[in-house]
T-cell receptor
Framework: DGGITQSPKYLFRKEGQNVTLSCEQN?????MYWYRQDPGQGLRLIYY???????QKGDIAEGYSVSREKKESFPLTVTSAQKNPTAFYLC?????????????FGQGTRLTVV | AQSVAQPEDQVNVAEGNPLTVKCTYS??????LFWYVQYPNRGLQFLLK??????LVKGSYGFEAEFNKSQTSFHLKKPSALVSDSALYFC?????????????FGKGTTLSVSS
């Protein structure tokens, strides 16, 4: 996990509210990623960023937004448009986006809609 | 698009026995394959990767994986399982998107090691 900090660990959201999940890394990695984990479905890619000021939609980007204004930070906003936001969210980073590069993960944020 | 499949939702082994967690892949071009482990309510930990070269890759915590091109498989193995190996295991492959690449994961296999 080292060097990637996700906060908060637990987050509760009322329906209709936007919430922002924080992800910070001090590994000097260029690439960062957001995944959503649901039981039995593995990890699904929400957004990824190869470099500062650039990001791309993943497989399930609808209802989410991101920014990459600083190399070390890649916050994820879960908007009210996301129909079923309750899930475990994982942020990851890799030194670059080459094919042979592994990613390192934060400890995750568990979001619950109440 | 590249993809991986983990055909078993759960694998049960007794402590001290060898374990195998299966993964098959579908790629165009050279495969870049990875294994991760996840303990409850935690992030994923990197175990090992196959890039090129030897078909047997050694990784963390005594795990290894065997790459088989003809069977398009990348099975995770350990000669002697420990109760502490009980966790959720993910196989992954790098996929090329519109701009850059990202890891694409299988659905995971729960490994249960009994004492």
């Amino acid at each position: 996990d080292g060097g990637i900090t996700q906060s908060p660990k637990y987050l509760f959201r009322k329906e209709g509210q936007n919430v922002t999940l924080s992800c910070e890394q001090n590994l000097n990695h260029d690439a960062m990623y957001w995944y959503r984990q649901d039981p039995g479905q593995g990890l699904r890619l929400i957004y990824y960023s190869q470099i500062v000021n650039d990001f791309q939609k993943g497989d399930i980007a609808e209802g989410y937004s991101v920014s990459r204004e600083k190399k070390e930070s890649f916050p994820l906003t879960v908007t009210s448009a996301q129909k079923n936001p309750t899930a475990f969210y994982l942020c990851a980073s890799s030194i670059n986006s080459l094919m042979n590069t592994e990613a390192f993960f934060g400890q995750g944020t568990r979001l619950t809609v109440v | 698009a590249q993809s991986v499949a983990q055909p078993e939702d759960q694998v049960n082994v007794a402590e001290g026995n060898p374990l195998t967690v299966k993964c098959t892949y579908s790629v165009s071009g050279n495969p870049y394959l990875f294994w991760y482990v996840q303990y409850p309510n935690r992030g994923l930990q990197f175990l090992l990767k196959y890039i090129t070269g030897d078909n047997l890759v050694k990784g963390s915590y005594g795990f290894e994986a065997e790459f088989n091109k003809s069977q398009t498989s990348f099975h995770l193995k350990k000669p002697s399982a420990l109760v502490s190996d009980s966790a959720l295991y993910f196989c992954a492959v790098r996929d090329i998107g519109q701009a850059g690449t990202a890891l694409i994961f299988g659905k995971g296999t729960t490994l249960s090691v009994s004492s």
